[in-house]
């Protein structure tokens, strides 16, 4: 049957739902309709973050193999898309509001008002990198404003840019951008790093980074469409002052968007759900999780990919052991 001749979201009940539209959810959608499982894909806005996931934000992707000459971040999430509906998937745009994981079919109420009922489900709704919530933040972001080294510290090529955290991450980025930038200025809230020893010893011994204790962004300035300065206040004395830069980088941590499972699926201090791995299987027997919101050490799309088709291999395993108990669809 094709998706289009398929009965409505809420009409059937599902043998795979996957909640997410980034790359370990597309993922999850492609290999389950490779299998002929007819997933259904909601791909709505999860927690104010955008459909498509963290990539639709970033411009050029470098580093996802296949792609040598690069490849725009929204195109590759266009590209996975179109790839997992060739095979199959049926799409609903449109918000998660609520979810019972407590039997043997699972419930999903939307936004709109669906009741949609599957026999297993798989969560890729990723994490969202924390914010300052300062003014200029949001205006100047993806233009002078980061949450990825990684992803956009080519752009800053013999520049003056700003990491803010201190934290492993914060560490491990400031490196990375000393590849490319000129001067890298660690801008910690305390008079310590938090980072492990190893971390802040190189940290410490590169020449192009300097630390800037007891200070906080309370502004970010731009012009042009790019980064220019900051304003900083001492976290001490609560003095102020301008600071030149032309980038910005955050790494102040991440927020997994879990929300819906409070109180029901087990998650590690960070909030991040926890899977029985090498499985992606939760603690809850046919609720699955791939991607940003149960991998807080990686995050990168190549890796969420990866968990996203592992989680799809596990569901099928789960609904092949469990044929005989499938509750029928009594419509
Ligand atoms: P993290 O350890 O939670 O560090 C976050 C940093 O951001 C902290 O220094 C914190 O300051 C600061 N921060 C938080 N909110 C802030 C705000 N609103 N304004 C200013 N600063 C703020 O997060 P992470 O560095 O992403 O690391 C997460 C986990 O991954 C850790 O367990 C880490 O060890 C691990 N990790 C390991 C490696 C590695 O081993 N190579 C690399 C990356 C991450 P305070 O210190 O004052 O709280």
Same mark, same amino acid.
């Given at each position: 049957m094709s998706v289009t001749d398929r009965p409505a979201p809420d009409a059937r009940i599902h043998d795979v739902v996957v909640i997410g539209s980034g790359p370990a959810g597309l993922t999850a959608a492609l290999y389950t309709a490779r299998a002929a499982l007819e997933p259904l894909l909601i791909e709505g806005v999860v927690d104010g973050g955008p459909t498509g996931g963290?990539?639709?934000?970033?411009?050029?992707?470098?580093?996802?193999?296949?792609?040598p000459e690069g490849i725009m971040g929204p195109e590759l999430i266009m590209n996975m898309r179109a790839q997992a509906e060739r095979f199959g998937t049926q799409f609903v745009t449109e918000d998660v509001t609520a979810v019972d994981v407590s039997g043997p079919l699972k419930t999903l109420t939307t936004a709109s008002g669906l009741t949609i009922s599957t026999r297993s489900l798989i969560i890729a709704t990723g994490a969202k990198p924390r914010r300052l919530d300062v003014p200029g933040e949001t205006e100047l972001w993806g233009s002078g404003v980061s949450a990825c080294a990684t992803c956009d510290g080519f752009f800053f090529k013999d520049k003056h840019v700003v990491i803010v955290g201190g934290g492993d991450s914060a560490m491990e980025e400031a490196i990375f951008l000393t590849k490319f930038a000129s001067k890298v200025s660690v801008i910690h809230r =305390?008079?310590?790093? =938090?980072?492990s020893k190893i971390m802040q010893d190189r940290a410490f011994k590169n020449d192009k980074i300097e630390f800037v204790w007891n200070a906080e962004v309370a502004e970010v300035h731009g012009a042009d469409g790019a980064v220019s300065s900051l304003l900083l206040r001492d976290t001490v004395s609560g003095e102020t002052r301008d600071f030149a830069c032309e980038g910005l980088f955050l790494a102040i941590g991440h927020i997994p968007n879990t929300w819906l499972f409070d109180g029901v699926l087990d998650r590690d201090d960070e909030g991040y759900l926890l899977v029985e791995q090498p499985s992606t299987?939760?603690?809850?027997?046919?609720v699955f999780a791939c991607g940003d919101v149960m991998d807080q050490v990686y995050r990168q799309a190549i890796t969420a990919a990866g968990t996203g088709c592992r989680a799809a291999i596990d569901a099928e395993r789960f609904l092949a052991e469990h044929t005989d108990a499938r509750p029928e669809d009594p419509r």
């Open positions: 963290q990539l639709t934000l970033t411009t050029d992707v470098e580093n996802f193999p296949g792609f =305390r008079g310590e790093l =938090r980072a299987a939760t603690n809850v027997p046919g």
